[in-house]
């Protein structure tokens, strides 16, 4: 990792980064388009995709020697953002995640073989979550076992995005009492049955899938000695990417309302008038700036012990409430628009309900906050008036 | 923060005189800075209620000027260090730091001596500024008035008008340092038959030592005193106290709104005020019971603390983030006009809830014995209202941001 100073800060790759998102997902993604894909079976713009494959986007946080740019997961940031403000989804998310789980616990043969393709914009997934629905990824359920040389592989995952497309991806099962991390392969993933689940955000593509009697080689087994680390950083990575993803919809949500709010008339006023509707807009607004500083703050500090930890733990904990309430007003500011499909606010209403289930709740991660915040020594006379830990 | 025309001339300090700089600044606050006296210290200008207080505090204020801690980015001629404004920031750092009282001229320091800096000719800010620093000249400030809080482009003090005087009639009120001030910032009306109400407005640098010119204590919900209602009775104020042009003292107030709301750069620093923070909010939690335990065991409490530091995390970050052009440039003026909306109604909150993880012992008042802390929280929460009230409103606050920022219509 670079060397970056203070608590928040923008390096010229994430400066370039943003300005480049910006532009590349307003072309891209018009509304129209978002609309068209929320029936589409595969739920996102192949060619799109193919296209953030060329602009190196699925590499930047990869090493050069896999292919990458060698840059970290703060310019991964402005990325997920500015896909999130044009409510994109599809496999750029969880190929990231594959990839920086791989980096971590991955052994240098795996590394070697997957990462390089990962880089150029093969997509791949993750299969972390279970129906038990715990927060804390290393309590898991399914199970592997050792069968000579191969491993078998039981249990069910859920929530795994885009499965079906994916050229391989990793899932945590449970080896002789500790959590273990395996490496499927794209025919490996067709065996396992992927099942389309309906979820609340309909511009995602989520799965179950039945491990059952899935037999994979040793040598899809992580580094075990690296796992636990692995998995930790993960689940920040995602809560990272899910804030960055919310924040970039609070954005055009509220930017959505305002032009609501200054075109439509009631008792021959705009309606953005009036203090009931605009008081709590710019509430909505300044909640949002607030969860923004915090993203890039996190983003800032990412994998810097304690305070990388935090950082990303407030701005999870920060972003899910802030676009969740942005996005209730709008429907609720859109009047009898706003009960109706046709209107975007659901979809960010949405886009908010499934970022909250993401890697942590505002609740989990104000639980674990007050552990690492309340309990230590953290605030102690040093950091007193001073910069923040 | 945009810089202030004077400061972009001074070179970029090294990083070794900087340290060097913070070095001397804390060795001095470290030796200097009084012990706490027997009596309340005043966590912000406006809570000034004694003679005593402020004697202590205009004492402190100039030995720090002498110290060179104070106005170090003002320019040498004018009686400030010429220094670049990382000086000054290193400066207030560390008074903060060493838990110094705070700077008791703020309308002086903050208000007018930057808007006399930035818009006044050279006459005034030698007659003026060197003043402002060093105490001997209090400033306060005459734009609120009884009928016209908000909303003071409807003020309707008179100024007009006699030969090279203005005489002025009316009366303002919320005058912190009303008693003990040498000049006031004054907003007045010269023009009442102008095209709008704004345009009828003047700004004035007006002496308070004038015949006509009468003060009275007003007490505040805390029970302590701190500000003044400020009357005028045919009082004649010399021609030159006209600040810019007769008519532009709607501009020149919105000017000098902006230095307060910290939207403009230019101010002599130092500090303004004492909150107590998150940290001795957290160690509150520690100290204080509820049901027989520390507060900070409770589950409910911590996570209504934890949302409180993320927000004051906020706070921090969205101050820093201003400053970044790339993460601020769709809308460069939302985060500094947001400013004093996020901080005020959080201190408020914070404050309020510190009364309540105390559990029984919330319930005594400001000084008490039996109190935790003496009733400190109490009182900083009953004074957390004079930030979210004066300077503008929260609810104005909003408007402004709604309406400039989102460009929500404002009818």
């Known amino acids: 990792m670079r060397e970056r100073h203070g608590p928040i800060g923008c390096s010229h790759e994430q400066a370039d980064l943003l300005e480049s998102a910006t532009r590349f997902c307003e072309d891209k993604s018009p509304i129209a388009k978002v609309r068209g894909l929320l029936e589409d079976e595969i739920g996102y713009d192949l060619d799109v995709f193919a296209e953030m494959g060329d602009l190196g986007w699925l590499g930047v946080a990869i090493p050069e020697a896999y292919g990458g740019a060698g840059l970290d997961l703060a310019e991964v940031v402005p990325l997920a953002e500015q896909m999130g403000r044009r409510l994109m989804s599809g496999p750029f998310v969880p190929t990231t995640l594959a990839g920086q789980l791989l980096l971590g616990a991955g052994t240098k043969a795996q590394k070697q073989s997957l990462l390089p393709a990962l880089a150029g914009g093969e997509p791949a997934t993750v299969a972390l979550a279970e129906p038990a629905g715990n927060f804390d990824l290393a309590q898991i359920s399914c199970r592997a076992e050792r069968h000579g040389e191969s491993l078998r592989l039981s249990g069910t995952k859920c929530l795994v995005l885009d499965a079906p497309v994916a050229n391989w991806l990793i899932a945590s099962v449970s080896l002789e009492g500790s959590v273990a991390l395996v490496l499927l392969d794209a025919d490996q993933i067709r065996q396992a049955g992927p099942v389309r689940e309906k979820v609340i955000d309909e511009t995602r593509r989520s799965f179950r899938l039945c491990l059952d009697g899935l037999e994979v080689p040793g040598s899809a087994l992580l580094d075990p000695v690296a796992t636990l680390d692995a998995l930790r950083e993960v689940e920040l990575a995602g809560g990272l990417l899910s804030a960055a993803d919310m924040c970039g919809a609070g954005a055009s949500c509220v930017a959505y309302t305002v032009s609501y709010l200054t075109t439509r008339k009631q008792f021959g006023r705009l309606i953005g008038s009036y203090q009931g509707l605009k008081h709590p807009t710019v509430e909505a607004h300044v909640r949002m700036e607030q969860a923004r500083s915090h993203v890039y703050a996190a983003a800032h500090t990412f994998g810097k012990g304690a305070q990388g930890e935090i950082a990303v733990r407030m701005a999870k904990a920060q972003t899910g409430p802030a676009l969740a309430f942005a996005a209730d007003r709008s429907i609720q500011f859109h009047g009898g628009f706003g009960f109706t499909y046709e209107c975007d606010a659901q979809l960010y209403r949405r886009r908010a309900l499934w970022g909250e289930s993401q890697y942590g709740d505002a609740v989990h991660q104000r639980r674990l906050l007050a552990d690492l915040m309340l309990s230590g020594n953290l605030f102690a006379e040093g950091a007193r008036g001073g910069h923040f830990l | ?411």
């Open chain 2, 1 to 411: 923060m945009p810089l202030s025309g004077y400061e972009k001339f001074v070179s970029k300090p090294s990083k070794q005189e900087l340290e060097e700089f913070r070095a001397g600044a804390s060795a001095w606050f470290a030796e200097n800075v009084p012990s706490p006296p027997d009596f309340v210290m005043p966590l912000t200008f406006m809570e000034v209620g004694t003679d005593e207080q402020f004697q202590f505090l205009c004492e402190w204020q100039r030995k720090v000027y002498e110290a060179g801690y104070l106005g170090a980015a003002w320019p040498e001629e004018y009686g400030g260090r010429g220094l670049n404004q990382r000086f000054q920031e290193i400066a207030t750092d560390e008074m903060r730091r060493h838990q110094s009282p705070i700077m008791l001229n703020t309308i002086g320091l903050n208000w007018a001596g930057p808007l006399i800096l930035d818009m006044g000719t050279h006459e005034q800010r030698q007659r003026y500024i060197k003043g402002i620093l060093s105490a001997d000249d209090i400033w306060c400030q005459g734009f609120s008035e009884p009928d016209h809080g908000s909303d003071l482009g409807n003020a309707q003090t008179r100024a007009v008008r006699d030969g090279d005087d203005w005489v002025i009639n009316g009366q303002k009120i919320w005058t912190t340092h009303g008693s003990y001030a040498k000049y006031m910032i004054l907003l007045a009306r010269s023009i009442p038959d102008a095209h709008n109400k704004y345009a009828g407005l003047s700004f004035y640098l007006a002496p308070m030592n004038v015949p006509g010119i009468e003060t009275r204590p007003i007490r505040k919900l805390t029970g302590e005193y701190g500000f003044t209602e400020t009357f005028f009775t045919d009082a004649r104020i010399p021609g030159e106290s006209l600040m810019g042009e007769e008519g532009q003292g709607w501009t020149v107030a919105m000017r000098t709104l902006e230095y307060e709301r910290n939207a403009r750069g230019g101010q002599a620093g130092g500090l303004a005020f004492v909150a107590p923070d998150r940290t001795e909010a957290i160690d509150l939690a520690r100290r204080a019971q509820r049901n027989g335990k520390p507060a900070i065991e409770d589950p409910a409490i911590r996570d209504k603390l934890v949302e409180l530091m993320i927000e004051h995390q906020s706070t921090v970050l969205c101050a820093r983030r201003a400053v970044i052009p790339p993460l601020v440039a769709e809308r460069p003026m939302s985060l500094p006009l947001a400013g004093k909306l996020m901080t005020t109604e959080l201190d408020r909150r914070l404050n309020e809830f510190a009364i309540s993880l105390q559990g029984q012992a919330g319930a005594y008042g400001i000084g008490s014995p039996e109190g935790l802390d003496r009733g400190l929280w109490q009182r900083a929460y009953l004074n957390s209202f004079s930030a979210t009230i004066g300077g503008g409103t929260s609810q104005i606050q909003t408007n402004i941001v709604a309406e400039h920022v989102l460009g929500l219509p404002k009818h």
